[in-house]
């Protein structure tokens, strides 16, 4: 299974945010859409960061005013990506190794996705669901 097809599923919507803008309005982002992380992105394309509620929470101990700090000043800038035509077990491999939980897919240095470990252990079951099936039906027969 390619990355596509988790996207072919789940959609190519990204929510991003400026680098400029506060912890306080990531916070609301982040609880607005249900999320973990957040593509930062000066122009909604490209990728200038990530940042996930892993550098909230580092921030926020022991900072004070830690809402005013910019989202600049707590993400992630060398980011891992992925491009839709890998094999979804690459990406496992790349999340597993670098313990992170999100990964934007790029194409030509624009963002076209957000794949994350709950996007992969969603295909892994549905594969497997799959192939219990059709083992099922051959032994079944």
């Known amino acids: 299974m390619k990355i596509n097809?988790?996207?072919?599923?789940?959609?190519?919507?990204?929510?991003t945010?400026?680098?400029e803008a506060t912890v306080t309005e990531l916070l609301s982002l982040l609880a607005e859409h249900n999320i973990?992380?957040?593509?930062?992105?000066?122009?909604?394309?490209?990728v200038?960061?990530?940042?996930?509620?892993?550098?909230?929470v580092r921030l926020w101990n022991g900072t004070p005013d830690a809402g005013e700090v910019r989202v600049?000043?707590?993400m992630?800038?060398?980011?891992?990506?992925?491009?839709p035509d890998e094999?979804?077990?690459?990406?496992?491999?790349?999340?597993t190794d670098r313990r992170i939980r999100h990964v934007p897919v790029v194409v030509d240095g624009a963002l076209s996705g957000l794949v994350s470990?709950?996007?992969?252990?969603?295909?892994?079951?549905?594969?497997?669901e799959f192939e219990r099936e059709q083992l099922s039906n051959y032994i079944t027969r």
């Open 5 to 15: 097809d988790v996207l072919r599923g789940k959609g190519n919507q990204v929510v």
């Open 17 to 19: 945010i400026s680098p």
């Open 36 to 46: 973990g992380a957040v593509v930062v992105s000066p122009d909604g394309s490209s």
């Open 48 to 56: 200038a960061g990530i940042v996930s509620e892993r550098d909230i």
């Open 72 to 74: 600049s000043s707590i």
């Open 76 to 83: 992630t800038s060398e980011v891992a990506t992925c491009s």
């Open 87 to 95: 094999h979804i077990d690459d990406l496992m491999r790349l999340m």
């Open 117 to 128: 470990i709950g996007d992969v252990v969603k295909s892994r079951i549905g594969e497997l």
